[in-house]
C-alpha cells in the first residue's frame, strides 16, 4: 500500500506538466536515482516487474540522466532534447503504472507546406490506431471518373466491385 502510494504521489509530482519546469530538473534527477536503487535492490518494491519492463525503466532512466548530466535549466537542452527527456520521463511512467497504451509519445516534425517544426504528441494507442486506420484506407482502393453528363459530382466506385 505505501509503495502504491508513494508511485502515485511520485507520478503526480513529476508528471503534473508535460514538460517539467526548470526548478524541476534536479528533483527529477534525484526521483530517478531512488527509483533506480529500489529496481537494483532484490527485495525492493519494484520486485514485481519483470527482467523486460526493468531494462525498459533503466534504459529510458539512462537517457534521463545523460540529458540532465550538467544541466540545471530545461532551456539549456535543445528542443529535440526536450522531447527526448519528455518520452524517457513517460516510459519510465508507463513501465511503473504498468500502462504503455496511454503513455505519451512526442516527437518533431515539419508542417507540410511550413518551414516550421513544431513538437507532435500522441499516445501509443493514438498512433496505434491512425496506424491500423491507415492501412485499412490504404487497403481499399477506389476508381474515380470525371462527371457524366449531366451529373454534378465524381463518382467513386470500389476497384474490386468494378463496372
Known sequence: MKASMLAAAFLLVVFSASVPAAGRLAE???QQEEIRRQTEDSDGRYVRFDKGELAKLRTAQDTVFALLDGVSELSELRPSQQVDLFNALETVKAVLAANDADRQLCWRE???GSHR???VCATVAERQQIREGGQEWHGEPSICGGASAG????SCLPAKGGL
Open 28 to 30: 527529477i534527477r534525484l
Open 151 to 154: 451529373a454534378t459530382s465524381q
Open 117 to 119: 517544426i513544431e513538437t
Open 110 to 112: 515539419q508542417r507540410l
